[in-house]
C-alpha cells in the first residue's frame, strides 16, 4: 500500500514560450508537466541550488579563462611574426631610387590585392600558423 502527501493546487501564469518547453520536454520524458514543473521549483528552491548555479557559473568561466589563454597565445604569436617579419624586411630591402619608387607605388594596389587573395586562400584552406606552432616553444639557447 503506497501512501500519498497531500498536494496543493496552484495556478501559474507561463510565457508562451517556456509552456511551450515544459510541454516538450514533458513529452519527451514521457511524464506530466506538473510533475516536471514541481521538480524544477524544488530544485529551485532547495538549499544546493545556489551552490550548483555557482559551480556552472565557475565551469563557465573556466572555460571563457581557457579561451582568453589561447587568444592571447595566439595575439602574441601574430604580433612576434609581425615584428619578425618587418625587421627582416627593414634589415634586406634597400630603398629604392625615386624612377623604381614611382613605379613601385604604382603597382603596389595591385601587389595588396595579389596579397589578400592569397591570405583569403590560407584562411580558408589552414592550417593556421597558430596550429602549425608548438603550444609550449623554447627558446633556443636557454
Known amino acids: 500500500m503506497t501512501t500519498s502527501k497531500k498536494k496543493t493546487q496552484i495556478s501559474v501564469y507561463l510565457d508562451p514560450n517556456v ?4 510541454s516538450a520536454y514533458a513529452a519527451r ?4 508537466m506538473s510533475l516536471i514543473a514541481e ?10 541550488a545556489d551552490e ?7 565551469k563557465r568561466l573556466d572555460q571563457v579563462d581557457r579561451r582568453l589563454a589561447r587568444l592571447e597565445r ?3 604569436i601574430s604580433v612576434e611574426m609581425l615584428a619578425v617579419f618587418v625587421r627582416f624586411w627593414l634589415a634586406t630591402t634597400p630603398a629604392l631610387p ?9 603597382k603596389a594596389g595591385e601587389r595588396y590585392d595579389a596579397f589578400v587573395t592569397a591570405l583569403g586562400r590560407r584562411l580558408a584552406k589552414g592550417p ?3 596550429q602549425e606552432i ?3 616553444v623554447t627558446p633556443q639557447g636557454g
Not at 29 to 32: A, N
Not at 39 to 48: H, M, V, W
Open 29 to 32: 520524458r514521457e511524464q506530466p
Open 134 to 136: 608548438a603550444e609550449d
Open 74 to 76: 595566439d595575439v602574441g
Open 98 to 106: 625615386e624612377p623604381a619608387a614611382q613605379a613601385a607605388r604604382a
Open 39 to 48: 521538480a524544477a521549483i524544488a530544485s529551485f528552491l532547495s538549499p544546493d
Open 19 to 22: 509552456m511551450k518547453a515544459l
Open 128 to 130: 593556421k600558423l597558430r
Open 52 to 58: 550548483r548555479r555557482e559551480a556552472a557559473v565557475a
